[in-house]
């Protein structure tokens, strides 16, 4: 065995081992865990902000041609990423959830692919938002995306709800709009009960949500970090794992 594989093989090993005397396991997911499906990172040097001034709430509800560079920018994106899957990491993390070994996901991600990779709706919460339907902003009435996509498409029509005549949106949380208290609140109370945090494919620079890692160390929980770069959490944690994602978890659960 190589020197790289025993090395790696000492890591799986302290996670399993970690895992293993857990009561109570969390996983907490960034932007790092879907770049290995081909979805960019939009925060990143080079990524999407960096080309494109993020578009504030308050002028997408005020401004129309704001809203419309709003859906410009979503019907782009999904036409190119409409064939994304999710990869190793979120089937590995599904297999931990479906054998009891994770208690729920918590993820920054806005992408879906936790649930598509067979993590129950209810086990995963959205700090961002989800940007795989739309919600109307007055009556809360969900649409399938690609409903409103169709209608954006026709002309570049602002869809509106067909119930109140509200203005529909992506289910995303924007730049300027408030952080969704349910979910925030189910993350601080799933982190304060955790044994075992694991922060995987986050910078950890994000807040509030990147608040969690260190709330969860702050009640007692081993905290374990899997990114390929060093993180301002580092300091915090029990096992840090640099390395690709993917490849991590799957050799953890065996998940091909």
Not at 111 to 125: F, T, Y
Not at 146 to 174: A, H, Q, W, Y
Not at 217 to 222: E, M, R, S
Request: hydrophobic content about 40%; proline content about 4%; aromatic content about 8%.
């Amino acid at each position: 065995m190589s020197r790289e594989s025993s090395k790696q093989a000492d890591v799986i090993g302290e996670l399993k081992t970690l895992l293993d005397a857990s009561k109570r396991a969390v996983v907490f997911t960034g932007a790092g865990i879907s770049t290995e499906s081909g979805i960019p990172d939009f925060r990143s040097p080079g990524g999407f902000w960096s080309n494109h001034q993020p578009i504030d709430f308050n002028d997408y509800l005020n401004d129309e041609e704001m809203r419309r560079e709003s859906w410009r920018r979503k019907l782009a994106f999904e036409e190119e990423f409409r064939a994304v899957q999710p990869n190793r990491g979120h089937r590995a993390i599904a297999s931990l959830v479906s054998q009891d070994k994770v208690n729920c996901v918590i993820t920054q991600n806005i992408d879906g692919l936790h649930q598509r990779a067979g993590v129950p709706a209810e086990k995963v919460i959205e700090l961002h938002g989800n940007g795989t339907y739309c919600i109307c902003l007055d009556c809360r009435k969900r649409y399938e995306l690609e409903l409103v996509l169709n209608i954006f498409r026709n002309g570049e029509e602002l869809p509106m709800c067909d119930d109140c005549g509200g203005i529909l949106k992506t289910g995303t949380i924007s730049f300027g709009q408030p952080m969704p208290a349910d979910a925030m609140v189910r993350a601080q109370n799933e982190s304060e009960r955790a044994d075992l945090f694991l922060a995987i494919g986050s910078s950890l620079v994000v807040y509030p949500a990147a608040a969690f890692p260190a709330r969860a160390k702050l009640f007692g929980a081993k905290l374990v970090i899997i990114n390929r770069d060093a993180t301002e959490l580092d300091y915090l944690a029990d096992l840090i794992v640099n390395d690709e994602i993917g490849p991590t978890l799957g050799a953890l659960t065996g998940e091909s």
